[in-house]
């Protein structure tokens, strides 16, 4: 804190303080300002004074609150005097000043003061107290060397050299130069300067500087020195989003979540490189939307605008440019305000050329009803899904539009997991809002912000599927943010997500066009994998883990048989029991699962068999019934049904279990691979050329190696759920030739263990042995393979006692939890192999539902080899 240094004097106002002062600026400050007439305020005369008097007598400073004013006025007259050019003359350190116990009074005195001329006083007195401190040093080395050059003079002259005893005197030979004297000892070396303060990272490896600190962005990010393609246009702008870093840090903190949930968010809504203009038959820029124009070259297509307020800009020029008929949805604005959602804009004029605002040159209808998660009353208003809304309508047939104010988050996660509605848009077109509290996202009121965020970005990033990014507003946002002039003094709250360097994506506006449009035939699909690459190495490397403990590297040399759980990876995990009857064994399972793996979801699908929907409402997991179809040896049902399992779950991987797999803890060995079963020693696949050929059509130089064959795939394997969605799509499966290897193999290869590997390794996907899956054979205690200590069981019919969960009896408390099986789904014999109709599974069950919903046929070279007869057998 300041010292009272001045000299003991009398106030007179005229006089400088002593030396002491060059040690307290603000003195210094109070006098140069008393010094100064023309600069001297009148009413602040007594306060200067009276306050260099005080400096005599540090306790009367403090009693009589005297310091305060002179810091204030000090500060204003150094600023005043570096904006007129005097800084040599009252060079003091100002830094010394910043530091003074009353900042706010100093900032307060100066904020009319240019910054730049208080940075530039700054470093002029920096350098001048560096030039100070230089000659000082050069004048004590010259005096040393005159003194010594004295003292050596004296003692020639006078030969009043004093020996000590017994040592002769040197000789001396007049007439010739006195030896010259020993130099002085060297200066002891100055100290070492302190080591840099460490740098903060965030988990994702990214830098965090602290409050008026300067930005520093990774080497090789692509904002370091990006250019603006369309610097002028105030919309929605193609090509990935320039959002150079502010110079330093303006918010008064730094979180690291915010930092990493916020570059995810950048990198999920960069559009890939080669979403061109040239791919697009050019771009439509317009407000917030950027559009592909080859989207626009569909014939019956419709148009859904969801929050419109007064005036709907979005659905008029659809209207105008493309006679789109437009639907329009809004349940908070009243139709006394909003000619649309009161029927009174022009609707159907054929042309609005000379018609003011509010003109739609195609039908429109409005409707008062919102959009939400589920058909719904909420505080008096109609909300309705985005599926009911869009029923009826065919693929590529409507361009979506969504401006909900933060009730967007379900509506889209919902349509992430539904293929059927994703392929019936053609644009997609929203303003995103992290982190709202909407009314229709109350369920999500009690999570803390990062977790909502991050769930948040996941959805964005699922968007990315099946719809390819066309552009955004965040560049005209940047542009927008002047943190040198909101934040001049670094003091503005943190926003609630940003970018490391400081921008903050919150909300803004985003285009997407669906991969269908631009990409039929899946050309780029290699290329996405290449960029997704590209862009997950750009990023910064995580931060390095803590050094390891005494404890840890006695832990390390653990030798025992038995795996640890490892934990340096915590992937989340969702279980998906495939079942049919044998309730006790469910209810069983279920209760493990929760106990093994407490924050897992659970999703039970029951393949026309037993219900166990009251057993879900009671343990808190997620119930499907599908109708019958023998799913194990059909992949088009068995792996449609496992799509939709991995999408409810949400879950980094899934975990396929059936009624007689059993549990024994926790995962001890996490996936490295995107599927991995117990280990089947010796297996092979032929054809493997086949799945080869088509997989490296999407990753180069892949291979279906022998080791991967060895994985089986039943109950107890584990499944990433990214492969899920991509590999066991329904567009994925209806695109393999099943026939092809079925005609040239066996029919084994529609069985799910076969179906999958196959599916798999022609998508490109890495498959392992998983030991913790173990197979258990005839011995009772031993197993057959995997570890001993596997998290999941599998048996064989040959296990002694049989299969132990078959075993189990269905307790008396328990008898309410499950129901059995519908009589409709009774009729039907479904305990067949090479039996799947697709047109008599929707005369049947009235809709694709839990199946495939592309139509296949097998063969008609299976058909003979497997009923020479000619009686094919069907579900009935």
Request: glycine share 6%; net charge neutral; with cysteine.
């Amino acid at each position: 804190r300041p010292r009272a240094i001045v000299a003991r004097r009398r106030c007179d106002g005229i006089g400088a303080p002593t030396h002491g002062a060059k040690e307290e600026p603000a003195a210094f400050a109070v006098w140069a300002f008393a010094r100064e007439p023309p600069f001297r305020p009148p009413k602040r005369r007594r306060c200067v004074r009276r306050a260099y008097c005080y400096f005599d007598n540090w306790a009367m400073v403090q009693q009589k609150r005297s310091f305060r004013c002179a810091l204030a006025v000090g500060a204003f007259a150094l600023a005043f005097i570096a904006l007129n050019n005097s800084g040599k003359r009252f060079a003091v350190d100002i830094r010394v000043l910043d530091a003074a116990s009353d900042q706010r009074l100093l900032f307060e005195a100066a904020k009319a003061i240019d910054e730049q001329s208080i940075a530039a006083a700054r470093a002029e007195a920096a350098r001048l107290e560096a030039q100070r401190l230089q000659e000082r040093a050069e004048a004590e080395e010259d005096e040393a060397a005159q003194q010594s050059a004295a003292r050596a003079a004296a003692t020639l002259s006078t030969g009043a050299v004093k020996q000590p005893r017994g040592v002769p005197a040197p000789s001396v030979s007049y007439g010739e130069p006195a030896p010259a004297p020993p130099p002085p000892p060297p200066p002891p070396p100055p100290p070492p300067p302190p080591p840099p303060p460490p740098v903060r990272k965030t988990p994702g490896g990214y830098i965090m500087p602290q409050q008026g600190e300067e930005v520093i962005l990774p080497e090789g990010d692509p904002m370091l020195n990006c250019q603006y393609e369309f610097p002028n246009a105030q919309s929605s702008r193609p090509g990935a989003p320039c959002i150079p870093p502010t110079t330093i840090w303006p918010y008064k903190d730094n979180t690291a979540w915010k930092v990493d949930l916020g570059e995810r968010i950048l990198r999920a809504v960069t559009p890939y490189s080669f979403i061109k203009e040239d791919l697009c038959d050019g771009w439509d820029m317009f407000g917030d939307q950027t559009w592909c124009r080859k989207a626009f070259k569909g014939k019956g297509v419709s148009g859904f605008s969801f929050g419109i307020e007064e005036r709907d800009l979005y659905s008029e020029y659809l209207s105008a440019h493309y006679r789109i008929p437009m639907r329009l949805y809004d349940c908070f604005q009243g139709p006394e305000s909003s000619p649309p959602i009161a029927g009174r804009a022009k609707n159907a004029t054929g042309s609005c050329k000379n018609v003011g605002g509010h003109c739609y040159e195609a039908p429109y209808w409005p409707f008062r009803v919102c959009l939400g998660a589920k058909k719904e009353m909420i505080e008096g208003r109609r909300f309705d899904t985005l599926t009911n809304h869009l029923a009826g309508f065919g693929p590529l047939s409507t361009h979506v539009k969504i401006d909900v104010e933060g009730s967007e988050w379900t509506v889209l996660d919902m349509l992430t997991k539904n293929d059927a509605d994703q392929a019936k848009i053609r644009t997609l077109d929203m303003e995103l809002h992290f982190g709202f509290h909407a009314s229709s996202e109350k369920a999500f009121d009690s999570w803390d912000m990062e977790r909502r965020i991050e769930r948040e970005v996941r959805i964005v990033e699922a968007l990315r599927r099946k719809f390819y990014v066309t552009g955004t507003t965040l560049e005209v946002y940047r542009q927008g943010w002047l943190p040198e002039q909101d934040c001049p003094q670094q003091q503005c709250d943190e926003p609630i997500v940003h970018l490391a360097g400081g921008f903050s994506p919150r909300m803004f506006a985003i285009s997407f066009v669906n991969k269908r449009i631009v990409d039929p035939d899946g050309k780029f699909e290699s290329k996405e994998i290449e960029e997704d690459g590209a862009s997950a190495a750009r990023a910064p490397a995580p931060s390095p883990a803590a050094p390891p403990t005494l404890e840890t590297d006695a832990a390390s040399q653990d030798t025992s048989a038995a795996a640890s759980p490892d934990t340096s990876a915590q992937p989340t995990y969702g279980f998906y029991l495939h079942v049919f009857d044998a309730p006790a064994a469910v209810i069983h399972q279920v209760r493990q699962v929760k106990k093994h793996f407490p924050t897992s979801p659970i999703y039970v699908m029951s393949d026309g068999g037993t219900r166990f929907d009251k057993l879900c409402e009671k343990e808190g997991c997620i119930f499907k019934l599908c109708p019958p179809a023998n799913d194990r040896w059909h992949p088009w049902p068995f792996l449609h049904r496992l799509h939709e399992g991995a999408k409810a779950l949400g879950t980094d991987y899934v975990i396929m279990l059936e009624p007689d797999n059993t549990i024994h803890g926790p995962i001890k060995r996490h996936p490295k691979a995107d599927a991995g079963g117990l280990p089947v020693k010796d297996r092979k696949f032929g054809y493997r050329e086949f799945a080869e050929k088509t997989a490296q059509k999407r990753k180069p130089g892949y291979k279906w190696t022998d080791r991967a064959m060895g994985a089986g795939l039943a109950g107890g394997a584990y499944f990433r759920t990214a492969a899920i969605l991509d590999a066991f799509s329904d567009e994925s499966v209806a695109e393999f030739d099943w026939n092809y290897i079925a005609d040239k193999a066996t029919k084994e290869v529609y069985s799910s263990d076969f179906a999958m590997q196959y599916l798999l390794a022609a998508r490109g996907y890495e498959i392992e042995p998983w030991d913790d899956c173990a197979q258990m054979d005839k011995d009772k205690d031993k197993v057959h393979s995997g570890a001993q200590d596997a998290a999941f069981r599998h048996y064989c019919s040959c296990y002694p006692g049989g299969k132990p969960t078959y075993n189990l009896q269905v307790q008396a408390g328990d008898r309410n939890l499950f129901s059995p099986q519908l009589a409709k789904h009774s009729a039907q014999n479904s305990v067949c192999q090479i039996c799947y109709n697709y047109t008599k599974y929707i005369k049947d069950w009235g809709s694709t539902e839990c199946t495939n919903q592309y139509d296949t046929h097998y063969s008609e070279l299976i058909l003979k080899r497997y009923f020479p007869d000619g009686k094919y057998p069907q579900m009935r």
